[in-house]
């Protein structure tokens, strides 16, 4: 059975940072791509950020979050990261991470449709 568990959720300011992270067991964690997405309130859950299989692999973001959020992944800890820097208010979101049916992100990485394994979520709040 395929377990995803994020942490590292918490309140904090305009301009503060925090790094999320993700265990994945169940699936050989360094096969697959790995991403992480966000849920506003009243809002559709949209893609963050996509890494392939590699810890040196190409990554992906939104551009609502280029410059600011960079994806990590450490294969032989099962874990993948998500810093999330100079923060602002419409960051607030649940996010969620996702294991990939693949091993690479391709163009349509934020398709929740090619991640079939998913945690409870994170809730990340920023303040003005």
């Known amino acids: 059975q395929v377990q995803v568990l994020e942490s590292g959720g918490d309140l904090v300011q305009a301009g503060g940072s925090l790094r999320l992270s993700c265990t994945v067991s169940g699936l050989t964690f360094g096969d697959f791509a790995m991403g992480w997405f966000r849920q506003a309130p009243g809002k559709e859950r949209e893609g963050v950020s996509c890494i392939n299989w590699w810890a040196g692999g190409t990554t992906y973001y939104a551009d609502s979050v280029k410059g600011r959020f960079t994806i990590s992944r450490d294969n032989a800890k099962n874990t993948l990261y998500l810093q999330l820097n100079s923060l602002k208010p419409e960051d607030t979101a649940m996010y969620y991470c996702?294991?990939?049916?693949?091993?690479?992100?391709?163009?349509?990485?934020?398709?929740?449709?090619?991640?079939?394994?998913w945690g409870p979520g994170t809730q990340v709040t920023v303040s003005s």
């Open positions: 996702a294991a990939a049916r693949y091993g690479t992100c391709s163009v349509s990485w934020s398709s929740n449709s090619r991640y079939p394994y």
